[in-house]
């Protein structure tokens, strides 16, 4: 049997500095061998996840009618908003979850992860009911076309009823990827892209329900795979080692408030801009805003390598600075870097070669002729410019990482303002085509100035003092614990004691180790605060296998570098 694996009454201690190790990879490979392996399952996820929103308009297009992908296409704008708002919460948090990992602050960790999951269901439900009040003004404030009002505001409204599921999924996706355990949203995305599509098959084709069913499909998938993901969750954060961590954390949400924020910013950029321009779009007719709604499909999936590089160099940033690491910063921006150009030369060449064969998937062969024109026209423009946004997210997910977020804001507030300015004063006079000549131009803006401010260093400054606030933080709560040598008498051996004991600290938080000695007595060294150790020592002196006769205790100096608890032989 192996050393580090016992099973014994029910008790299951496979020792979670193994687990632990394997989560901080961030901080032990090359940087290039660790973003990849880190940033391949969120591409592959997002892929996944961005092929049923694909399916979602492709069934919609082809089985309903050219007018209901117009309603779809309508909305979503304003619904990728409340994505990018999830997934910006859930990337501010993460930034603050990965410092701790990175530190082995594992207390401070869950805090962190609790905070965040019960904020972030608290905003979603308010979002979600304003949303349900106030749905069919926000189209009509965004001009929607009178013959695609209804279908718009349907979907809408179904999509506001999931809104917390959706808020949940993303953001305990990013508490995985703040562990380093990427490849576990990678699976429930692919389970709920899977069942996502057969739910469209059925309920559109079916049953009939049009783009309602479309929004129900989405809603069920989404709510099955944010309440697995909490469980597993749950599961993963028990292999930590550490006293009862709070449940509401008013100075880690504070922490994480000021990353979030301009997170969801920057996640929202393109969403809030065609959120803005979709007037402009819209009064063009349902026929150009059918073939704009597909193009912007094809175009979130040309986005998902660059936003998974994005997340991983955002990830990798703040866990090595947690353990002090900024050189490694360095070197993995370099990495991405060239990640980012091989991925926007294979994007290239595939819409260059087969834009056509692209927007006639979504429009089929009897789409009109000005949406199919609209569709293409977009892609064979956007096509040679996507390395611009990765430039820009690799740069943005450093300054994001390293907590330095006022420049950050700004350089995503001009990509932001560039976009919308250009779109709603150049559209209506000289076409649709000016709305997507405004995007590469904002993105060039926006890495022109957070580049700036990257070479300027003053992000290695922040970080250092972030970290070093944290290290205060940690020294206060270590001047509360103290660690204790134990001497156990009795009928203490061949009765489960070591794996009772281990299982007590594990649940306690309390570090150290035990060992039977040769005259049928147990030592033991408990770290942690004494009210814990009291509690370890009680519930050992209840087992009714256990009899102790007596407990010697004396106090020792602490060991500040130790993490879980061990059984020696």
Not at 409 to 416: C, E, G, H, M, S
Not at 514 to 530: C, F, I, K, L, M
């Amino acid at each position: 049997m192996k050393n580090n694996r016992v099973l014994r009454r029910g008790v299951y201690t496979e020792g979670s500095q193994g687990d632990i190790m394997e989560s901080d990879y961030l901080i032990r490979k090359k940087p290039m061998q660790a973003l990849l392996i880190f940033s391949l399952p969120i591409i592959l996820g997002n892929l996944f996840q961005q092929t049923y929103t694909m399916a979602d308009s492709a069934i919609v297009g082809r089985f309903v009618s050219e007018q209901a992908l117009a309603a779809v296409g309508a909305s979503y704008s304003l619904t990728n908003i409340f994505i990018c708002v999830a997934i910006g919460g859930g990337m501010g948090a993460s930034v603050i979850v990965g410092r701790h990992f990175g530190a082995k602050q594992y207390r401070e960790m869950k805090a962190a992860i609790y905070t965040a999951c019960l904020a972030f269901l608290a905003v979603s439900v308010l979002l979600g009911g304003l949303g349900l009040l106030f749905s069919r003004q926000i189209m009509t404030a965004l001009n929607t076309p009178e013959d695609v009002m209804g279908m718009a505001v349907q979907y809408l409204n179904i999509y506001f009823y999931g809104l917390p599921f959706l808020f949940m999924y993303n953001v305990l996706s990013s508490m995985f990827n703040a562990l380093g355990k990427s490849r576990i949203p990678l699976y429930f995305l692919i389970f709920s892209s899977v069942f996502n599509v057969a739910l469209d098959l059925v309920l559109v084709i079916q049953f009939d329900l049009g783009v309602a069913g479309v929004a129900w499909a989405t809603m069920i998938a989404q709510g099955i795979s944010a309440v697995m993901s909490f469980f597993v969750l749950i599961r993963e954060l028990k292999k930590f080692a550490c006293g009862q961590a709070e449940t509401f954390n008013g100075r880690e949400l504070k922490d994480m408030t000021k990353i979030a924020l301009p997170s969801i910013l920057q996640q929202s950029t393109v969403s809030i801009g065609m959120m803005l321009v979709q007037s402009v779009v819209n009064s063009f007719g349902s026929e150009a805003l059918a073939g704009f709604s597909a193009a912007m499909r094809i175009e979130s999936i040309c986005v998902v390598p660059m936003s998974g590089i994005g997340n991983a160099v955002s990830s990798y940033t703040a866990q090595n600075i947690g353990a002090r690491q900024t050189k490694r910063v360095v070197e993995g921006f370099h990495a991405a870097i060239r990640m980012v150009i091989v991925c926007a030369v294979v994007i290239c060449a595939v819409l260059e070669l087969f834009h056509g064969g692209i927007i006639t998937l979504f429009l089929g062969a009897e789409g009109t002729e000005t949406a199919i024109a609209t569709g293409e026209n977009y892609l064979i423009f956007m096509g040679w410019f996507f390395c611009l946004i990765g430039f820009k997210m690799a740069v943005d997910s450093v300054l994001r990482g390293s907590g330095d977020m006022k420049m950050f804001t700004i350089a995503n507030l001009v990509n932001l303002s560039v976009r919308v300015i250009i779109a709603v004063t150049m559209a209506p006079r000289f076409g649709i085509s000016m709305v997507w000549y405004a995007v590469p131009v904002g993105w060039f803006l926006n890495w022109a100035i957070s580049y700036s401010r990257y070479r300027t260093g003053k992000w290695k400054l922040i970080a250092e003092n972030a970290v070093k606030e944290d290290k205060e933080t940690g020294e206060n709560d270590m001047s509360e614990k103290i660690r204790e040598a134990l001497t156990f008498t009795g009928r203490v051996q061949g009765v489960g004691f070591r794996y009772k004991m281990y299982y007590l600290a594990q649940q306690y938080g309390v570090t150290g180790w035990v060992r039977n000695e040769y005259d049928g007595s147990v030592s033991a060294q408990a770290q942690g605060r004494e009210e814990e150790i009291d509690r370890v020592i009680q519930a050992l002196s209840g087992d009714r296998y256990i009899e102790i006769d007596h407990v010697g205790r004396s106090r020792i100096p602490l060991d500040e570098e130790e993490r879980g608890f061990r059984m020696l032989n």
